[in-house]
């Protein structure tokens, strides 16, 4: 499962004036913001892109840009560069940076979701989850550690206690879970949320 909370450094951006060259005027009143995202953008943003779309975000005098990663960002290190004002991001990942002594700010609670692993039962290799020992991950941030030990806390819960975590393969698709596993680059992913990998996973036939 995962919240997502958005985070805060006192570094808020005054509007813009209008050029006479530009083809997105923003109004000089409004407070500009760059909201930087925490993953690529999909369901879990609808309320900020209906805000923009609507002009509710203007309606409060602000003026919002939404920030999409190219990769997995660390928020406070966009924030402290000034690239972003504030940014959705994890309780884990806040907590970790208050512990630095980062002068960052969790405000909001954004959204709760459940994730967790996903991999293709009809291929017939994995059938349940202990079964994913030794396998090739696909996961943001690889070849760091997160992968493996997300998916070997599962083989364990499943019984398999002997899984050496040197045993994974790692694999980078970014976001794009369901390709790694489609394409045969990967046999797992994670890092993934029931509320888009799984309804895009049906969709595809997997």
């Not at 970790?96 to 979701?113: C, E, I, N, W």
Request: hydrophobic share 40%.
């Amino acid at each position: 499962w995962r919240v997502l909370t958005i985070c805060l450094l006192a570094r808020l951006a005054h509007g813009q004036e209008c050029k006479e060259d530009s083809e997105s005027c923003v109004d000089s009143s409004l407070e500009t913001i760059r909201l930087g995202l925490e993953w690529f953008t999909n369901p879990d943003h609808l309320p900020l892109i209906v805000a923009q779309k609507h002009g509710i975000f203007r309606d409060f005098g602000l003026n919002v840009e939404l920030v999409e990663p190219a990769d997995h960002w660390e928020a406070e290190e966009e924030i402290l560069a000034g690239r972003l004002d504030v940014a959705v991001t994890e309780p884990l990942h806040l907590s970790q940076d208050a512990a630095m002594g980062k002068p960052v700010m969790g405000f909001s609670r954004f959204l709760h979701t459940d994730g967790g692993v996903l991999y293709d039962a009809s291929k017939g290799d994995i059938q349940r989850p202990s079964d994913m020992c030794g396998k090739t991950i696909s996961y943001p941030g690889s070849p760091g550690p997160g992968g493996p030990a997300i998916v070997n806390t599962m083989v364990k819960a499943d019984g398999k206690l002997d899984c050496d975590l040197e045993s994974y393969g790692k694999h980078n698709g970014g976001f794009f879970h369901t390709d790694a596993l489609q394409s045969g680059k990967a046999d797992v992913a994670t890092l993934i949320f029931w509320n888009f990998e799984i309804p895009e996973a049906k969709a595809k036939g997997m």
